[in-house]
């Protein structure tokens, strides 16, 4: 796909790491996503969209101020 935000690149699946911010910092390392070659933006697809928010929701039911976690496959 080409990126949307600097529509010079297309995009290829590769690895990053999700940051959300909000009253818990939840970071994701490892997670599979489109990254475009040229600026770096990433594409999640649903099913890693949804279990990156699934985590996220859990960290904030837990009253975390910050959670690291690494994404499982």
Known sequence: MNCTLCKNAETAPGIVTVSLNGETVVIIKNVPAEVCGNCGEYYLDSAAAQRVYVHA????????????LRFAA
């Open 57 to 68: 929701d859990a960290a904030v039911a837990r009253h975390a101020e910050i959670e690291v």
